[in-house]
């Protein structure tokens, strides 16, 4: 299995769900989203850290290499609810 399948199988087994239309994986239960770039350019052990991290709050948290613009990650919450 490659590294990047790997990474997939770790998150659909913690429910995340591939968007392809924003190329995110989002799980909606624990209010994150990992960016596509995100998860090709992290391991898989610092992404388990990011799955197991508490979110804290009812805020979503997203997983990004570049922090995305409040604008996107409005249009984001608004779109996952």
């Known amino acids: 299995m490659t590294n990047l399948l790997a990474k997939r199988q770790i998150l659909q087994?913690?429910?995340y769900?591939?968007?392809f239309?924003?190329?995110v994986y989002v799980n909606r239960k624990a209010k994150k989203v990992f960016s596509l770039e995100f998860v090709e350019d992290n391991s898989e052990d610092d992404l388990r850290t990011r799955i197991d991290e508490d979110p804290?709050?009812?805020a979503w948290r997203f997983y990004?290499?570049?922090e995305?613009?409040?604008?996107?990650?409005e249009e984001l919450e608004e779109i996952l609810g």
């Open 13 to 15: 087994n913690a429910g």
């Open 21 to 23: 239309d924003r190329e």
């Open 17 to 19: 769900v591939y968007n």
């Open 64 to 66: 990004f290499n570049a």
């Open 56 to 58: 804290g709050g009812q």
């Open 68 to 73: 995305p613009s409040k604008a996107v990650q």
